[in-house]
């Protein structure tokens, strides 16, 4: 690990100020991905500013029938606040499908949603990748590594994103809140948060430099049945090789492409009186594998399915 300061700020107007400042800086909240990166220095940041004591970790109802997530509550604490176990089912269930206990406890409602890939090409410093050095190429194109993009790909990325909690609240609706240096307050869509790669994978969401996450708000809960299901390697923490979240009509899947994927063809399918396993035919039929991902095919069909059917979505179409 290389050298860095390190710096506690006590709120977020000094932490957005030293972010801007300091070149090389970056925030710190539970540090549950970072730390790890930075041993392998992947991540080299100059001056670590630990936000993971702001005043941002309270869930708050909204006026509108909604939550506030703020941005420091940990993965363990909305998983189990009683709203979001009632309401939100689908959120609780994603969070508790990722990771251990003890990560869960320390990984925050933002750092969750700006963790980097577990591309195997992307940790091995050897290989070259264009998520760790722009321009450098894609070990993983061509390589033997299977959990990759089968929606979104470029010549550039076929990474995956990692996230559990991202693909239900991409299914959620919800909204990502931020603030930056200036004093500017954003809202973005979570469907738009996270990017495609394109031709600069490293740039993997919308926030601009020195922008701090706030807070995640939910909407009200959508009616109809909830659920967030994954299959992965074993039993337990392991990253998805496919995952599904479905709230109501709207539906996510997760380790299938560069950021949380919108099932937005699949979606149509359902409100047009489609069957689960036709809804979500309708929708792989735009996925690209490269052959070591091909099983994700059916694998998708399968769970998509499933999923949809035990939630009911469609029924009232």
């Known amino acids: 690990m290389k050298p860095f300061t390190y710096e ?62 703020g941005a420091m509550t940990t993965n363990s604490q909305v998983a189990a606040d009683p709203r979001v176990r009632a309401r939100y089912p689908a959120l609780a269930q994603a969070i508790l499908s990722g990771a251990s206990g003890q990560l869960r406890n320390k990984a925050t409602t933002a750092g969750n949603l700006l963790q980097r890939t577990r591309c195997a090409y992307f940790y091995d410093t050897t ?47 919800a909204k990502v809140e931020t603030e930056s240096g200036a004093g500017e307050a954003r809202v973005l869509a979570m469907d738009g948060f996270h990017r495609l790669p ?40 392991a990253f998805a090789i496919g995952s599904v979240a479905v709230a109501g009509g709207k539906v996510a899947l997760g380790a299938v492409a ?20 036709e809804a979500m035919a309708a929708e792989l039929k735009a996925a690209r594998p490269d052959g070591h991902n091909d099983f994700k095919l059916k694998l998708m069909a399968r769970l998509g399915a499933a999923c949809l059917t035990t939630a009911g979505a469609g029924d009232d179409q």
């Not at 107007?13 to 540090?31: D, K």
């Not at 070259?128 to 033997?144: D, F, T, V």
Request: with cysteine.
């Open 8 to 69: 506690r700020p006590g709120d977020v107007s000094t932490a957005l100020a030293l972010v801007a400042e300091i070149p090389g800086a970056r925030f710190l909240a539970g540090g549950t991905n970072l730390v790890d990166l930075m041993k392998l220095q992947i991540e080299q940041p100059s001056h670590l500013v630990d936000i993971s004591r702001l005043p941002l970790r309270a869930i708050e109802d909204t006026p509108e029938g909604g939550l506030r997530l």
């Open 258 to 277: 560069h950021k949380p994927w919108r099932a937005e063809a699949a979606e149509l399918a359902l409100a047009q009186g489609a069957s689960p396993a």
């Open 127 to 173: 290989k070259p990748c264009n998520k760790r050095e722009p321009g450098a190429g894609c070990a993983a194109i061509g390589g033997i590594y299977a959990n990759t993009a089968i929606f979104g790909a470029s010549e550039a990325c076929i990474a995956t994103h990692p996230s559990d909690m991202a693909v239900a609240l991409t299914a959620l609706d």
């Open 198 to 237: 394109g031709d600069t994978p490293h740039i993997e969401t919308e926030l601009r430099p020195a922008e701090m996450i706030t807070a995640v708000v939910l909407p009200p809960p959508p009616p109809g049945g909830q659920i967030y299901r994954k299959a992965r390697e074993r039993a337990s923490y």
